[in-house]
């Protein structure tokens, strides 16, 4: 069974940063992209950043020069360095994952973490 594991959300006032973590677990054989997606209330669910397994990587224009996504492939994890924080980056924040598990390849997504942005 794999999952996603997110951490590293919280309360943060604007201007602040907040790095989120990913780490995925379980009969992992392959990961080929990684990404962060979020949501808030009364809105769909966007694409923040998004990172391939050979690095290039790929953001929302809302959050370019402010946010940077990174992977550590020993550690199967996914990273989100977020700086200067804006009150309209609230929202709940997801990892998504395109894993091959040896019997299955597909698209998995975490829990969710929380992130509010005070103004």
């Known amino acids: 069974q794999v999952q996603l594991v997110e951490s590293g959300g919280g309360l943060v006032q604007a201007g602040g940063s907040l790095r989120l973590s990913c780490a995925a677990s379980g009969i992992i054989f392959s990961i080929n992209a990684m990404g962060w997606y979020r949501q808030a209330p009364g809105k769909q669910r966007d694409l923040v950043a998004s990172?391939?397994?050979?690095?290039?990587?790929n953001y929302a224009d809302s959050v370019k020069g402010r946010f940077t996504i990174s992977r550590d492939n020993a550690k199967n994890t996914v990273y989100l360095q977020m700086n200067s924080l804006k009150p309209e980056d609230t929202a709940v924040y997801y990892c998504?994952?395109?894993?091959?598990?040896?019997?299955?390849?597909?698209?998995?997504w975490g829990q969710g973490t929380q992130v509010t942005v005070s103004s």
């Open positions: 990172i391939t397994s050979g690095g290039s990587t």
């Open positions: 998504n994952a395109d894993i091959w598990s040896g019997s299955y390849y597909g698209e998995y």
